[in-house]
């Protein structure tokens, strides 16, 4: 039993173990010591792999045993031996019952001011009763403490397992009401907490409590980590990104990942290389942080002389000189051509809405995250207007590529029901053309200095978006390594008056790298407009031709296509109808 266990440790399953050696649904408790009592003595074993997986069992020990597989093993087997129909109809009742309750607790605690959200992981008042045990939480569904069914009495125990476990209409009917509660659930909370972004605070093993919760924002636990180790041996150790050093990334964003109890970009196979926690958990050191930074760094765009020069003369002091600059007539007044002077009278146009904003003193005032989209930061909108084919889409759409990504293994009904589609992450702006997405923005309406947690949390769901993105323009190019290393999608963070640009590439291995600008702002006095609007709206300008870079390159491919000799377009025309092989992956 050890050594079959021992073997089993790297995707071991505890419905595995009860099958293997016929524990019955009248033994559930003698079944879970052992597998305890089992873990714990590899856990004292001197192979180093074996000891870290075991003990990392252990800890998660009760959420493990009580997952929702290990619930439908013991169903399975309940179900098999003719339990009483009452009972089973009640626990479909109670499953749904639960859920619809969990739901509306979540709701109602979003709802919360922040002042009476759980805060220091001490809950102002607690959903269960007091006396109620953690363990006795995850036992609220478990089979044995259900009566026995009497009719079945006489038989053995492995008699009953070998009965026919999926002839029961009782648990076809709980098996679909368990799958479409949990799609209905992913599919209404499919808001942007996929992921959240540590810095300050470690989230790894060495945390002492389970429950953190930083101002009010909950913390992902539970990680399913079968997708990262998944990712992770897929990989091969040649193509992976080594150091100067001699340290490998994915080698040590999978050792930190394994390690940490509650969701990080790490687990993306992402890096921030001005994540603090990363130097902090002795992942990597600074110099190998400033290597991962500035390697194959792509430069930002440089603004034309006379462009430049023309923002430039916005540098004034009070309103009416700023007036009298949006005034002054240009040469380009009268020869205007939309391709060769629109970013002139976008600047000029950008300029006059913000003088709206200063005449009225709005600026100086408090204001929902709504306002500022609206009379501040839609000027960036405005600034993809000359690009073919292109439009800034606002909180009403959803991110195609994030879709694409939630709902990659959906397949149509069989076993069970088919999933219902998972829309995409929403975000307050996506850039794209037709259904290729290349930049997206988060907002909030008040800055709380860098490392606020509304500006983590929204610097957390940005770069997953912003992966997803990036990975639809690998396969827009072909999954060709050599153009994959020349790609990028950007991300703006909108704080109140604050504004941060990210941008996400892959210079090497299986790792995405994202960069960020420093803090820029709009002030709220005119005073500083020169030394700080202007930097801003240069910032924009710099993001829209990052974006019509990456068009034309990834369109460049159909481009060279045209290109092709007739041969070639004679063939590829053949060959267009056929069923295409695999695609090579890259990690995801």
């Given at each position: 039993?050890?050594?079959?266990?021992?073997?089993?440790?790297?995707?071991?399953?505890?419905e595995?173990?009860y099958?293997?050696f016929?524990?019955?649904?009248?033994?559930r408790?003698?079944a879970?010591?052992k597998?305890?009592?089992?873990?714990?003595s590899i856990?004292?074993?001197?192979?180093?792999?074996?000891r870290?997986?075991?003990?990392y069992?252990?800890?998660?020990?009760?959420?493990?045993i009580?997952?929702t597989?290990?619930?439908?093993y013991?169903?399975n087997v309940e179900?098999?031996?003719?339990?009483?129909?009452?009972e089973?109809?009640g626990r479909?009742?109670?499953?749904k019952?639960?859920k619809?309750f969990?739901?509306k607790?979540?709701?109602?605690?979003?709802?919360?001011?922040?002042?009476?959200r759980?805060?220091?992981?001490k809950?102002?008042?607690?959903?269960y009763?007091?006396e109620?045990s953690?363990k006795a939480?995850?036992r609220?569904?478990?089979?044995s403490?259900?009566?026995?069914?009497?009719?079945?009495?006489?038989?053995?125990?492995?008699?009953?397992?070998?009965r026919?476990r999926?002839?029961s209409?009782?648990?076809v009917e709980f098996?679909?009401?368990?799958?479409?509660?949990d799609?209905t659930?992913d599919?209404?909370?499919?808001?942007?907490?996929?992921y959240v972004?540590?810095?300050?605070?470690?989230s790894c093993?060495?945390?002492?409590?389970?429950?953190?919760?930083?101002?009010g924002?909950?913390?992902?636990m539970?990680?399913?980590?079968?997708?990262?180790?998944k990712k992770?041996?897929?990989m091969?150790?040649?193509d992976?990104?080594?150091?100067?050093?001699?340290?490998?990334?994915?080698?040590?964003?999978?050792?930190?990942?394994?390690?940490?109890?509650?969701e990080?970009?790490?687990?993306?196979?992402?890096?921030d290389p001005?994540?603090k926690?990363?130097?902090?958990?002795e992942?990597?050191?600074e110099s190998?942080?400033d290597?991962?930074?500035?390697?194959k760094?792509?430069p930002?765009p440089?603004?034309p002389?006379?462009?430049?020069?023309?923002?430039?003369?916005?540098?004034?002091?009070?309103?009416?000189?700023?007036?009298n600059?949006?005034?002054?007539?240009q040469?380009?007044?009268s020869t205007?051509?939309?391709?060769?002077?629109?970013?002139?009278?976008?600047?000029?146009?950008?300029?006059y809405?913000?003088?709206?904003?200063?005449?009225a003193e709005?600026l100086?005032?408090?204001?929902l995250?709504?306002?500022?989209?609206?009379h501040?930061w839609?000027?960036?909108?405005?600034?993809?207007?000359?690009?073919?084919?292109?439009?800034?889409?606002r909180?009403?759409?959803?991110s195609?590529?994030?879709?694409n990504r939630?709902?990659?293994?959906r397949?149509?009904?069989?076993i069970?029901?088919m999933?219902r589609?998972?829309?995409?992450?929403?975000?307050?702006l996506?850039?794209?053309?037709?259904s290729?997405?290349y930049?997206c923005?988060?907002?909030?309406?008040?800055?709380?200095?860098?490392?606020?947690?509304k500006?983590l949390?929204e610097?957390?769901?940005?770069t997953?978006?912003m992966?997803?993105?990036?990975?639809?323009l690998?396969v827009a190019?072909?999954?060709e390594e050599?153009?994959i290393?020349?790609?990028?999608?950007?991300?703006?963070i909108?704080?109140?008056?604050?504004?941060?640009?990210?941008?996400l590439?892959s210079?090497a291995?299986?790792?995405?790298?994202?960069?960020?600008t420093?803090?820029?702002?709009?002030p709220?006095?005119i005073?500083?407009?020169g030394?700080?609007?202007?930097?801003?709206?240069?910032?924009?300008w710099?993001?829209?031709?990052?974006?019509?870079d990456?068009?034309?390159?990834?369109?460049q491919?159909?481009?060279?296509?045209?290109?092709?000799?007739?041969?070639?377009?004679?063939?590829?025309?053949?060959?267009?109808c056929?069923?295409?092989?695999?695609?090579?992956?890259?990690?995801?």
């Amino acid at each position: 039993m050890l050594t079959w266990v021992r073997n089993q440790l790297k995707d071991l399953k505890p419905e595995d173990f009860y099958e293997k050696f016929n524990y019955s649904h009248n033994s559930r408790n003698v079944a879970e010591k052992k597998l305890q009592e089992l873990l714990t003595s590899i856990a004292k074993e001197r192979n180093s792999f074996n000891r870290r997986r075991a003990k990392y069992l252990l800890d998660s020990f009760e959420s493990w045993i009580n997952s929702t597989s290990c619930e439908l093993y013991w169903l399975n087997v309940e179900a098999s031996l003719g339990r009483l129909t009452h009972e089973v109809t009640g626990r479909i009742s109670a499953y749904k019952t639960i859920k619809n309750f969990t739901r509306k607790i979540n709701v109602e605690e979003r709802a919360l001011p922040p002042s009476k959200r759980i805060k220091n992981n001490k809950p102002e008042q607690q959903i269960y009763p007091p006396e109620t045990s953690r363990k006795a939480r995850h036992r609220i569904f478990n089979i044995s403490a259900l009566p026995t069914n009497q009719d079945h009495g006489n038989e053995s125990d492995d008699e009953n397992i070998k009965r026919q476990r999926s002839d029961s209409p009782l648990h076809v009917e709980f098996v679909k009401e368990m799958y479409e509660a949990d799609e209905t659930e992913d599919y209404l909370s499919d808001s942007d907490s996929d992921y959240v972004y540590s810095s300050e605070s470690s989230s790894c093993a060495s945390s002492d409590n389970n429950d953190t919760v930083v101002d009010g924002s909950e913390l992902k636990m539970n990680i399913d980590l079968s997708e990262f180790k998944k990712k992770y041996s897929k990989m091969n150790d040649s193509d992976k990104w080594t150091l100067s050093t001699g340290k490998i990334v994915e080698d040590a964003l999978y050792n930190f990942g394994i390690k940490c109890r509650h969701e990080h970009l790490c687990h993306s196979f992402v890096i921030d290389p001005n994540d603090k926690i990363y130097v902090d958990e002795e992942v990597f050191t600074e110099s190998e942080l400033d290597e991962i930074r500035t390697y194959k760094i792509k430069p930002m765009p440089l603004m034309p002389q006379d462009l430049l020069t023309y923002l430039n003369s916005f540098r004034v002091f009070d309103i009416s000189d700023l007036r009298n600059a949006i005034l002054k007539p240009q040469q380009w007044d009268s020869t205007y051509n939309r391709q060769t002077h629109f970013d002139h009278d976008w600047i000029r146009n950008t300029m006059y809405n913000l003088l709206h904003e200063y005449e009225a003193e709005n600026l100086e005032r408090n204001h929902l995250e709504l306002w500022f989209l609206i009379h501040i930061w839609s000027f960036i909108d405005r600034g993809f207007g000359n690009i073919d084919g292109v439009e800034a889409t606002r909180s009403e759409s959803s991110s195609l590529a994030s879709s694409n990504r939630k709902n990659r293994n959906r397949t149509v009904s069989a076993i069970v029901s088919m999933k219902r589609k998972i829309m995409g992450r929403r975000g307050d702006l996506i850039i794209r053309k037709v259904s290729t997405e290349y930049g997206c923005s988060e907002a909030g309406k008040s800055f709380n200095g860098d490392n606020g947690t509304k500006l983590l949390y929204e610097r957390g769901i940005k770069t997953p978006k912003m992966k997803d993105m990036f990975y639809s323009l690998c396969v827009a190019v072909g999954m060709e390594e050599n153009k994959i290393r020349k790609l990028q999608s950007i991300g703006f963070i909108h704080a109140g008056l604050m504004i941060l640009l990210l941008r996400l590439d892959s210079p090497a291995g299986y790792t995405c790298r994202v960069l960020r600008t420093k803090m820029l702002e709009i002030p709220s006095q005119i005073t500083q407009f020169g030394s700080k609007a202007l930097p801003v709206i240069m910032l924009a300008w710099k993001a829209k031709m990052i974006v019509r870079d990456m068009i034309e390159f990834v369109e460049q491919k159909q481009y060279m296509e045209d290109k092709e000799n007739l041969g070639d377009q004679l063939q590829n025309l053949q060959n267009s109808c056929e069923l295409s092989p695999p695609r090579k992956k890259i990690d995801q």
